[in-house]
């Protein structure tokens, strides 16, 4: 595997840090102390998504301190209230930038592993359901608190909704009461829990495995079964029949199934 780059800073004064070994990019959020997701955050994380390399073959986001996300920046939330129309057009773009956010991420070709060390709540949940992956430390915690607020993690809704179980998701949205790491991986939010002094290590192992599989059955597994999942039956299997014929006729196929024969791994192009 290729040596580690060091982080570097993306384009808004370090807000994500970006690391990459061989074909898996690591994505760090590095607006401490809590990780708010402000509009500079949003257009940090949303600028290293679009500028994601063809060859990258996995994404881990990840978070500096105790906290992966606390959500929107409540003190910038807050300010847009003087504006002259009382905040909905700064609201307006605010939402805008976080479903396009989180939209990238589902569209990426590449699958998205979230590392979740500390507490995700609101928008922060939000980016974590989004991920097609999610690995937490055993003291993370996750939450959506809108309600206790006044307020609607609205958006957040439907990104929880899809990744956990529906009565459980209603649960999170009604209560706005905070989740440990067990229960979010009984709601179906995440897929593990590790100790903390692991999370990295772990995180790479599961990235490095799937980076290592075939690009191209990669890119259409993750297309694939977004795409059946809002379908009807009938039509999520004609959509999968289509991409089955697909994935046998590609080259990728080919050569893994030469490779089996041969009783050999086979040797993917990047």
Known sequence: MADVVAFKKSADDGLVLREENGGVVRLTLNNGPVNALSSSMLSALSAELDAMADDVRVVILSARGSHFSAGFDLAEINAYRSHEDGGRAAYTVLAQASTALVQKLSALHQPVIAEIDGLATAAGCQLVAACDLAICTDSSTFCLPGVNIGALDAT?????????????????????????????????????????????????????????????????????????????????????????????????????????LENRLPVWEP
Not at 212 to 217: L, R
Not at 232 to 254: C, F, I, K, N, T
């Open 156 to 260: 957040a809704i439907v990104a929880v909704s899809r990744a956990a179980h529906r009565k459980q998701a209603m649960e999170m949205v009604l209560t706005g009461e905070t989740i440990d790491a067990s229960t979010a991986k009984d709601f179906g939010l995440v897929n593990r829990i590790v100790p903390r002094q692991y999370l990295s290590q772990v995180v790479d192992k599961y990235a490095a495995v799937i980076a290592s599989k075939s690009p191209e059955a990669l890119n259409a597994a993750k297309r694939v079964f977004q795409g059946q999942a809002v379908l009807p039956l009938d039509e999520a299997y004609a959509v999968s029949g289509a991409a089955l014929v697909e994935g046998l006729m590609s080259q990728d196929a080919g050569k893994g199934a030469a490779a089996y």
